[in-house]
């Protein structure tokens, strides 16, 4: 069991729902009373323990990116509470800010400007110079396969994989203790997806970094996570290594088991896939 100064991440009893505004349309749920908002991370509890990389696997529509905004302090959770080293997400908030970082499928930036300058203008709003700071540009964005003359090309010129690398490593940056990586390989050629998968690995061995992975890559999972959460319909239904996982099915025409035969296994996607081909 950690003791409390070797977790980093502490979820306990997280619940999230949405419910409907004026003007905004939500999918809603039948009960016998009539309906009721949507439930998108439901009783959720794990805890992540300093330097390890922790996946979350789901469906899409399973939580997965609700419980990384409100581990991020973008949405408040319902219920139950999240602490980032000791520190609680709704009271602490500005404390969580300067200890995480997050990069989402949807990165923002200046398009017009250069990825060294989006990196150099996210920089200072975290009080870092530019002097220190452009050095350590250079070097992230040439580890994570980016040629040096596109670092000083606009960003509306860059593809969207080259994109999302200097959303990475815009989020590595300020150097957080916890990374939150929502589904950051998503739309990656292969090739791209390899340099980030590297470069994770990277962090994990060589800075001591605290990961949360969201990803829909069952070999991207299996490969960079020390434990695996998987989660659907909001809630968590196993959790183990991946090896404790893969132990938790048979293996199919004498082959062992996969992340793949759990994931459809314990969401219920073989089942459905199985009625709707009757």
Known sequence: MCT????????????KRFVKSDGL????K???????????????????????????LGPNGSGKSTLVRCIA??????????????????????????LINRVSVEASFFKKLTPMENLL????????????????????LERLGLKKEAIFRPMEEMSRGMQQKVAIARAFLTQPILLLLDEPTTGLDPRSKREVQAFVEELRDNHNATILLTTHDMQEADALCDRIAILDEG???????????????PGTNGHDPTLEN?????????????????
Not at 25 to 28: M, Y
Not at 237 to 244: E, I, Q, R, Y
Request: charged share 30%; aromatic share 6%; no cysteine.
């Open 235 to 249: 809630r968590i239904v196993a959790l183990d290594t991946p090896a404790g996982l893969k132990g938790l099915v």
């Open 4 to 15: 409390h100064d070797h977790i980093a991440l502490e979820v306990s009893s997280v619940t």
């Open 30 to 56: 039948r009960n016998g009373n009539g309906r009721k908002p949507v439930v998108a991370v439901d009783r959720v509890s794990f805890q992540i323990r300093r330097g390890e990389v922790f996946g979350i």
């Open 73 to 98: 302090t973008l949405l408040l959770p319902d219920e139950g509470h999240i602490t980032v080293f000791g520190h609680d997400v709704l009271r602490e908030e500005m404390a969580v800010k300067q």
């Open 25 to 28: 349309r939500w999918p809603w």
């Open 262 to 278: 759990v994931f459809m296994e314990l969401t219920g996607k073989r089942l459905v896939k199985d009625v709707d081909e009757e």
């Open 121 to 140: 203008y996210g920089a200072r709003l975290y009080g870092l110079g530019a002097r220190e700071v452009r050095q350590r540009v250079l070097e992230v």
